[in-house]
């Protein structure tokens, strides 16, 4: 048994055991283990001067198995140890938090990601909870500010060390180090599995910036935990009035991000978004409207209000924002003129800050509303031109898309993304290939050398095309085809074999689009206009392709195709209005005499940068099949009609286009 004295000696060297043996902290039960065996019941009476004289930050409070130690001392004896082990647990707790904070200002001190790593390895036994979440805090700021990469090994011993101390985070310290694996790029599964297990276990207690930093790191890790989802969504929900705008824009990317459309929650997002809108930062309002649209949640009065902010603080915008702005408006097919002309005329500011993909979904938005911003167009194709080296196949493709689309017909431009486009044209992809092709087939742009790339493409990549993609991509190999006036036979036999080989993935379980059904059908018909025998398979296709295709249902009239039938009319003429051949619905058909007029508007045009206008690929290619049909075809342009100023002009225009056996009826 040891002396009164020895208690000291007995207790600190319980601490040291404790210690060797790496426990997170030392208990009344590790003290009691060492001590029980060696006082005696003689020396107990003693204990409490003992733990008088002791400054040890490692004692413990005062619990059950010490009472149970002590079970022969007097109550008097008790209550002073209770007393004792209180004060110092306080006093050991306040020593604990300056031990903590003086390790920090030294995690503080270091600059550089690689130099604080080889402290952190160095004391890493020294560290508590706070350290650890201080650390990884710190290393993603230098990681990010130097670009550096820290690879799962080179973090080793710090993974350790919170994977150790896992269950004694607290709220604060597990949203931090969710922040920091996710800009650090762990993948290490299994931990962040783990990690986000525990921040489950202690979700209630999170604040606004905690919910949003975990459930942005979830998204970071591309981890769909469904049930911490929604538990996160639960509290955030009720404490939806603490987030600031930026906890909202990244709570709102988070669930977007992994695809969880929980409507209730963006509601709540969406209520408290519109009540502190104009706080919001450029890259809050774009991700903001963003959300909402893959969410599929449109929310009317948010993208107003947006809007009005977005206009009042345009110049703050970066080109990103810009372009991602625009590109939420468009998904959503909100077409806000005001907010689109500020746009345009700060991107035309900033167009030297732009990143090809930022270029590429600007043009796009714009092409998706049907914009015809010829300025920003034009400065677009300069932009594109000098830094055609940087575009990747994908930016290629969207921005030949979107000219054709607000139908510019800029060579100088298309000419270099052929170029380009021949270059990698192996690295081009199914949506790709489809687009490219559609753009300057509509375009009518003849550029064999480009068709053909495409072609073999399309031919090698058959199997991963999509059915859309598939029949869009034919489509416009035929079109150029029926369209291009000197196509030699050899290119003739290329291209029909590489659409037969596209058709050739199309099932008949697959034709239950009418628009599918349509273009296959105006395929087939461009082929036998051609003397070109069609496939069995096509030939198979062909009742499921009929029984799609509604000759019922016809479109609405223009206002310029009412006028020219009205003018007609006034002639005495009969006619058909919108009847349908070889898979077109023709504006006019006079069937007695096989004439087909069409009314081309404005669509039905494309124009260069002198503002000359050509015939768009899908319009001449109308025309071709029609012809092939038998019929003759008057096209009455748009710009023509609008200088016949009343019906007696409009009459004599019209007697001058049609043939005399035409007009007996007058």
Known sequence: MVNPIDFKTLLLSAHEESSERKEAEVTDQSIVKIARPRISPSSRGSFRNALLSIESPALPPARRSFRDCLVSSTPREKSAVRKVFHKT????????????????????????????????????????????????????????????????????????????????????????????????????ERFCRRFFECAYAKISTFNAQELSNTAWALARHKLRDERLLQKISECARAKISKFNQQNLANLAWAFFELGSRDVELFRAISKRMRRIIDRFLPINLRIAAWASVNLDI??????????????????????????????????????????????????????????????????????????????????????????????????????????????????????????????????????????????????????????????DQAKAKRRRFDLQNLVNTAWSLTLIAMNTRELNEELTIKFSRCIFSLIHRIKEEDITKEEVATQLYQIARAFQSRDIKLTEHLSRLAPKIRSQMKDDEQ?????????????????????KNEAPICGFFVDIVLNEHKIAIEADGPTHFARDERGKSFPTGKTLFKKNLIQSAGYRVISIPYWEWSKQRNNQQRCKYLTGLLPANSLRLI
């Open 555 to 575: 479109p609405l009239p223009s206002r310029f195709h009412r006028e020219v039938a009205r003018t007609l009319e006034n002639l005495g003429i009969a006619f």
């Open 298 to 455: 449109r929310d009317k009065q948010l993208f107003d209000e947006v809007s009005r902010t977005a206009q009042n603080k345009i110049e703050m915008f970066t080109p990103e924002d810009l372009a991602n702005l625009a590109g939420a408006f468009a998904r959503f097919k909100i077409d806000d003129p005001e907010l689109f002309r500020s746009i345009s005329t700060e991107a035309q500011n900033k167009m030297e800050l732009f990143k090809p993909k930022e270029i590429a979904r600007l043009a796009e938005s714009f092409a998706n509303l049907r914009i015809r911003d010829t300025e920003l167009f034009g400065m677009v194709s300069r932009w594109v031109r000098d830094n055609i080296q940087h575009l990747n196949p994908h930016e290629l493709s969207t921005l030949a898309w979107s000219f054709h689309i607000v139908l510019i017909r800029d060579l100088k431009l298309l000419e270099e993304i052929s170029r380009k486009a021949q270059e990698t044209i192996e690295l081009f992809n199914p949506l790709d290939l489809s687009m490219i092709v559609i753009a300057f087939a509509d375009l009518n742009i003849e550029d064999n050398e480009l068709f053909v790339a495409i072609s």
């Open 89 to 188: 647990q306080s006093e050991s707790s306040e020593r604990s938090n300056q031990a903590s904070k003086k390790m920090n200002r030294k995690i503080g001190c270091f600059h550089h990601a690689r130099t604080l790593l080889k402290f952190v390895n160095r004391n890493i036994d020294q560290f508590n909870t706070r350290n650890i979440a201080t650390a990884f805090h710190r290393l993603a700021k230098h990681v990010r500010r130097e670009k550096e990469t820290l690879s799962e090994e080179d973090l080793a011993l710090l993974i350790r060390a919170a994977t150790s101390n896992i269950s004694h985070f607290n709220a604060r310290e597990l949203a931090n180090i969710a922040w920091t694996t996710a800009h650090l790029k762990l993948s290490d």
